[in-house]
């Protein structure tokens, strides 16, 4: 059984090798002669001092241990084998797929936007002549909202699945391996498309099928089981399994499900603003000064406050990153963020988000599952009548929104589709705009600068996560009426982020299997 010891060491020590191992091998009372091999598992930045350093995970595995290399991906060839239906080819859907072939499933997945190369066309088109293609944009399409919008790796969900695996499963298509070690893994936008192309074609060479353009519209449903799916309101086909990894923004589907009659409820969600400061601000913040430090990587930072009964929180922290439109209707604007893979923009953007459950919103109605999608829409129409009705955003400096002043101008931003000034309390709902007053002043004591005239806030950041949550059976994962229907991941409430989606994608095809083992 191999040894895990923890070290720490200076930032510019840390491609040194040789002195890494001499330091672990004291620490662990060991000789070089000892060691059959060792690696870094694991590696964060501790910034809590003054003095920045990093802690080292280490593995040592010892003359005489067995290391074990288990290939991450072992695939079947499936293309005479049952079929199982995938809709969406986001993370989640992906993951579906490719645990399908390693499980000798024949996964059909069917995406509604177009594949990772082909939607690129359609994001310029929304940066430059603000049109939104409503089946392709920032979150539909090949890859699903991460592939453009960062690719951010870190996650929470431990207890839900096999993380190692999931990340795993990115190097073997071409993801850096430093991903297996940094406590914040981030892959970059402009690395996932290559990634993602890669899945593709294993799902396809081992039997699988990918078809783009393919809207779910309809679904046929008998005894409360699911019996088929209908693409492109034309074309029915047969299925009994059917995993919905639909993602967040997917409205249609929800309203398909509550026109059917097929249970919904409503789920809080998180809705506020995307704040951008510039990086070298945060860097001199985080690293006390140490921002020219060229062995520390952009810095990041995570803030919460409890404003009037309610978490005020940060999300989607992105250094050295851009702020990006991502509506799906025309009508609407969104804001989010993302990082190239060597985060070296001049901005750092975090959203600023406030959390509501249904029952604080001024809307609430007990019994209709769509009251914060609801409120969710009009927010964000309400942004986009206030900044014109194009793709621009409105937007405030922090201090103005705080005093209620109007921005008389604005640095540079990193949002394309460019800003209008506009006071966001009489856009955004008091409730949240309060709230996030409050927030601003309490982050600028906890972080000495960062309460500042020259952050900008764009409006609005709404697509944290679905609100509305699709019910499932926690031991089969079907839905709690429907059989063979499996709601999975961020759509449907289950996932907030790309590993913990991926994870659900593979716990779905997981029950599958057992399903047909059992049959």
Not at 82 to 92: L, S, T, V
Request: charged share 25%; net charge neutral.
């Amino acid at each position: 059984m191999s040894q895990l010891i923890q070290i720490s060491i200076l930032p510019e020590q840390q491609e040194d090798r040789d002195f890494i191992l001499k330091r672990g091998l004291k620490k662990a009372n060991l000789k070089a002669s000892d060691l059959l091999d060792w690696k870094i598992r694991k590696r964060s930045i501790d910034a809590r001092q003054k003095q920045v350093k990093l802690n080292l995970q280490l593995e040592f595995w010892k003359v005489g241990e067995t290391k074990k290399d288990i290939p991450p991906f072992i695939p079947q060839q499936v293309h005479q084998a049952k079929e199982i239906a995938i809709i969406g080819a986001g993370p989640a859907g992906l993951y579906a797929a490719l645990r399908a072939i390693e499980a000798g499933l024949k996964p059909i997945v069917f995406e509604r936007g177009k594949d990772v190369r082909s939607r690129r066309r359609d994001l310029a088109k929304i940066n430059k002549e603000h049109i939104v293609n409503p089946e392709s944009n920032y979150c539909f399409g090949e890859g699903g909202a991460g592939t453009y919008s960062d690719g951010k790796l870190y996650t929470r969900s431990k207890k839900r699945g096999n993380v190692l695996k999931a990340m795993e499963w990115f190097v073997h298509f071409g993801a850096d391996t430093d991903i297996l070690v940094d406590a914040h893994p981030h892959i970059g936008t402009n690395k996932l498309p290559k990634i993602i192309s890669a899945m593709r074609e294993a799902i396809i060479e081992y039997g699988g099928e990918m078809h783009f353009d393919s809207k779910l519209t309809d679904i046929r449903i008998e005894n409360q089981e699911i019996k088929s799916i209908e693409i492109n309101d034309k074309e029915w086909l047969d299925y009994s399994e059917v995993v919905l990894a639909t993602g967040h923004s997917a409205r249609d589907i929800f309203h398909l499900l509550h026109r059917k009659n097929i249970k919904l409820e409503a789920k809080g969600f998180a809705l506020g603003v995307r704040v951008e400061h510039q990086q070298q601000l945060i860097n001199s913040i985080q690293y006390h000064g140490d921002d020219q430090n060229p062995y520390l990587p952009p810095a990041s930072y995570s803030l919460v406050e409890q404003v009037d009964g309610l978490g005020v929180y940060s999300f989607c922290m992105c250094p050295g990153g851009i702020i990006a439109p991502c509506a799906t209707q025309q009508e609407e604007v969104v804001t989010n963020g993302w990082s190239p893979s060597k985060r070296n923009n001049p901005y750092s953007n975090s959203g600023i988000v406030v959390s509501v459950a249904p029952e604080d919103l001024p809307n609430y109605e007990k019994d209709n599952p769509l009251v914060c999608l609801e409120f969710q829409q009009q927010v964000e129409k309400a942004c986009w009548e206030a900044a014109g009705k194009t793709q621009q955003v409105p937007a405030q400096r922090m201090i103005d929104f705080v005093e209620g002043k109007i921005s008389k101008d604005f640095p540079k931003t990193s949002y394309q589709p460019g800003i209008v000034s506009v006071d966001l309390n009489e856009v955004l709902p008091e409730m949240i705009a309060k709230r996030l007053q409050k927030a601003f002043v309490a982050f600028g004591k906890k972080m000495k600068g960062y309460y500042t005239n020259d952050a900008v806030l764009h409006a609005p950041e709404s697509r944290t996560s679905s609100p509305i949550l699709i019910p499932r059976n926690p031991n089969t994962l079907e839905h709690v009426e429907i059989k063979g229907l499996y709601p999975c991941a961020e759509g449907a409430g289950y996932a907030g982020g790309i590993i913990s989606a991926a994870i659900d994608g593979i716990n779905c095809v997981d029950k599958i299997v057992e399903k047909k083992t059992s049959d």
